[in-house]
Nanobody, 125 residues
Framework: QVQLVESGGGSVQAGGSLRLSCTVS????????MGWFRQAPGKEREGVAS???????DYADSVKGRFTISQDNGKNIWYLQMNSLKPEDTAMYYC???????????WGRGAFNYWGQGTQVTVSS
């Protein structure tokens, strides 16, 4: 069973930056698509960013130009660099994974099979 552990959350003032990490272990397949999601209190979990096994990225409109998803291939760690944070970015952030074919991309909560426990991000104004 693939295991994902998020880290790097915290509290920051508006305009600040955070980098979230997602460490993946016990993987049994060579290609995974990864995604970052967030859920604010009283709201649905929404997709923030995704990356295919080939490095193709996609972002929600609300974070384009501010967030960057990336992978450290040598360490099986995925990152979400978040810059110019806004109070509306406050949420629990989750990473997710799914086995993917070469060239395949994934988006949306239902497209991912494995989930981490989440890390809290709080942005104050």
């Amino acid at each position: 069973q693939v295991q994902l552990v998020e880290s790097g959350g915290g509290s920051v003032q508006a305009g600040g930056s955070l980098r979230l990490s997602c460490t993946v272990s016990k993987y049994t397949y060579s290609r995974y698509c990864m995604g970052w999601f967030r859920q604010a209190p009283g709201k649905e979990r929404e997709g923030v960013a995704s990356i295919s096994s080939d490095g193709i990225t996609d972002y929600a409109d609300s974070v384009k130009g501010r967030f960057t998803i990336s992978q450290d291939n040598g360490k099986n760690i995925w990152y979400l660099q978040m810059n110019s944070l806004k109070p509306e970015d406050t949420a629990m952030y989750y990473c997710a994974a799914a086995r993917c074919a070469q060239g395949e991309t994934r988006w949306g909560r239902g497209a991912f099979n494995y989930w981490g426990q989440g890390t809290q991000v709080t942005v104050s104004s």
